[in-house]
């Protein structure tokens, strides 16, 4: 795919920025931190969350309202109600909101919501989902399916792309492999490799790509380094009692200690880290 005669849509003739607010563009010379539980749970959580990470240089906020639980049993997501707490968070604290959506019907009331659409690894190749969100404009934050090849993520991102939404975000988020010892393998060569196929930003999850608290400073400062344009992170206030993904969720504290700490990192490859309440002080 990647030589062929098709020119695609991502083609990488030039880098693109995604507007995910007023204040918060993906792709631009500014590194975007997104964060937040795996879950949205309660009015009060979100709230911790988002009081906690509006002190340091986070620009979005994350949580889950329709979740794909591996068990049908599992708790799958507060829905509507979720929906209205994260409205009430991003207009409190002024956080653009980036939520998923897994099925058709869910985008309408997701995107009247929120300000960016997530589409889960496992639905990265539901096309039909992916051609409805190519006949919206809001941008698309598209993560790597459990096991797919770079060329089934780019043409996943062209279903979308060709049907008219050009604001489309890719996320490395780990893939399978044979180790249990992490949930997945976070494939930093798909980034650079994404950068240099593509003109899209492309973030990293390293919660989901390593599904153990401990190893996602290190990780996220090792995507920074790579040129990644972003992170999407997991964090909760009370990191141990997280609905979904307890194992990789990080304290808040640590979670500001981490986006601190990346700041020399994103100086290093000559970018900093996007600080959207400073900018909208100034404006
Ligand atoms: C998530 O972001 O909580 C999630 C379910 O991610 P993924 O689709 O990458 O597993
Ligand atoms: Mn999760």
Request: proline share 5%; glycine share 6%; hydrophobic share 45%.
């Given at each position: ?54 002190t340091v240089s986070v620009s ?142 492309v973030i990293v999850d390293p ?77």
């Amino acid at each position: 795919m990647l030589d062929a005669k098709l020119t695609l849509k991502s083609h990488p003739q030039h880098r693109s920025s995604i507007q995910v607010s007023s204040q918060v563009t993906i792709g631009g010379k500014a590194i975007v931190v997104i964060g937040g539980p795996c879950t949205v749970e309660s009015l009060d959580q979100m709230e911790q969350v988002a009081r906690s990470l509006s002190t340091v240089s986070v620009s979005a906020l994350r949580g889950g309202v329709y979740k794909p639980r591996t068990s049908p049993y599992a708790f799958q997501g507060a829905g509507i109600e979720g929906l209205r707490i994260l409205a009430s968070v991003r207009e409190q604290f002024g956080l653009p909101v980036v939520t998923e959506v897994m099925a058709i019907e869910q985008i309408e009331p997701v995107a009247s919501y929120a300000d960016m659409l997530q589409i889960g690894s496992r639905n990265m190749q539901n096309f039909e989902l992916l051609k409805a969100l190519g006949r919206i404009n809001k941008p698309i934050l598209l993560k790597r399916g459990l096991a797919a090849t770079l060329e089934e993520f780019v043409m996943a991102a062209e279903y979308i792309l060709s049907h008219g939404n050009p604001n489309v975000v890719l996320c490395e988020r780990g893939i399978r492999s044979f180790d249990p010892y992490t949930r997945n393998v976070l494939d930093l060569g798909a980034v650079v490799a994404l950068r240099q196929l593509t003109h899209l930003p492309v973030i990293v999850d390293p919660s989901h790509a390593t599904g153990k608290r401990e190893l996602v400073a290190d990780l996220a400062r090792a995507a920074i380094a790579c040129g990644a344009d972003g992170l999407i992170i997991e964090c909760h206030p009370n990191p141990d009692l997280s609905v979904s993904d307890a194992r990789q969720a990080l304290s808040l504290s640590d979670m500001a200690d981490l986006v601190r700490s990346l700041e020399p990192i994103a100086a290093a490859v000559d970018r900093q880290i996007l600080n959207s309440k400073a900018l909208a002080m100034c404006s």
